[in-house]
């Protein structure tokens, strides 16, 4: 594993690009500081450091397994890891990367977490690395201080332990059929029996009254857990400890809506919709809103006051007001030719940036989406970035 430092090109000020990406006080590299022997911090991982604001980073792989690059956000420094077998999808739970490929899903450590506690956040960080693999295609990500839970493709989760993956260690605690989500110190089961409740050591607590035909998607919001159906959404929410279920159909006519993907700690999710555009699920509202951009390569959801972001097939950038369906900017981004945007090219966002693989140039845009998505950033690696996600938040 190496760590080299890249300088990408910038289209502002790197001081104003970097105050721009961080919640917290500006100051090139993140201020850190190892835990006193007196007090231990909330979330805190031996021989972690943590820091006064989001370590954020981005989590690169080669498609054909030629490498993995970690790139620091805050510093720009690349850390090198090694290739391995193909990788043809990759999801995160926001601090582990899931490169799936050859039926086999390696795990990456980022390095990078944030801790919620209380009114505040714990930011944390350490040095990336390998963190062993897992059978079979994972393709969605969840945890708590608990465990770890990995949708598969055949339609099973299996659970990790979480302190044992934290120290790089992979133990499966069970595989459950069906889709399974942590969620309020429980884990939400969405699967061919319906929706149940059940807590981490596998006691049944109780059914949802909810149905949910099909449910093959999932995301965490702040509103609950939000499963996707084949007749439109439903929403899990806990209040006092009980849990209860909201059916959030379609509107008539409209298509059903692909993986969900969505910034971290929003209430709202996006989604490609056919052939139409691109749906934004609102789940304090519970309302569908549809985004008329045509085919869509990619889709993001950056929260209840942010666009929903569109990459189409021809290359462009789009934002729509998520609440209306309306455009309010547009801005081409990747070249394309005759066969449109390639197969794991994604918009990843935080609250102030988005992220865009760029495979044909092996570039990573770094997106202002506040300001009329401006490119702020474009980091040239020496792998291409096939696939791509962004941790530490």
Avoid at 72 to 85: A, F, Q, R, S
Avoid at 334 to 350: M, S
């Amino acid at each position: 594993m190496t760590t080299t430092a890249i300088r990408p090109r910038a289209a502002t000020a790197l001081t104003t690009v970097l105050c721009g990406i961080t919640l917290a006080a500006c100051g090139g590299n993140a201020e850190t500081a190892r835990p006193q022997d007196s007090t231990t911090p909330h979330g805190y991982v031996e021989g972690a450091e943590e820091a006064t604001e989001p370590q954020l980073r981005l989590v690169a792989a080669e498609g054909d397994g030629r490498g993995v690059r970690v790139v620091d956000l805050l510093t720009e420094d690349v850390t090198d890891l090694p290739g391995g077998d193909r990788v043809t999808g990759a999801v995160t739970d926001g601090r582990f990367a899931f490169l799936s490929g050859g039926g086999r899903t390696r795990v990456v450590d980022s390095g990078a977490w944030t801790v919620e506690h209380g009114d505040h956040n714990h930011y944390y960080r350490t040095r990336p690395g390998g963190a062993g693999v897992v059978d079979g295609t994972v393709t969605g990500a969840w945890s708590d201080s608990d465990v770890t839970a990995l949708a598969r493709e055949d339609g099973t989760t299996v659970v990790l332990d979480r302190e044992k993956l934290e120290a790089g260690e992979i133990d499966e605690r069970e595989t459950i059929d069906g889709l399974a989500v942590p969620f309020e110190q429980h884990l939400v089961v969405a699967g061919g029996d319906g929706l149940a409740v059940r807590e981490r050591d596998g006691g049944r607590v109780g059914d949802i009254d909810a149905t949910c035909g099909d449910p093959t998607r999932a995301a965490v919001t702040t509103r609950g857990v939000v499963f996707g159906c084949d007749d439109g959404a439903v929403l899990v929410g806990e209040d006092d400890g009980e849990f209860t279920g909201e059916h959030v159909p379609y509107p008539e006519g409209g298509p059903e809506a692909g993986a969900f993907h969505q910034r971290p700690g929003s209430e709202t999710v996006g989604a490609v919709a056919g052939k139409q555009g691109a749906w934004s699920l609102d789940t304090g509202e519970g309302t569908w809103t549809l985004a008329e951009s045509g085919p869509a390569a990619a889709v993001t959801a950056t929260g209840a006051d942010g666009p929903l972001l569109v990459l189409t097939e021809d290359g462009v950038l789009h934002a729509y007001d998520a609440e209306t369906g309306e455009e309010t900017a547009t801005a081409p981004l990747l070249d394309r030719g005759a066969d449109g945007v390639p197969d794991g090219v994604t918009i990843t966002a935080d609250t102030n940036r988005a992220y865009v693989n760029d495979p044909a140039t092996s570039t990573v845009h770094e997106i202002d989406y506040h300001d009329d998505l401006r490119v702020a950033r474009t980091f040239d690696l020496d792998v291409t970035p096939s696939q791509l996600v962004e941790a530490g938040r």
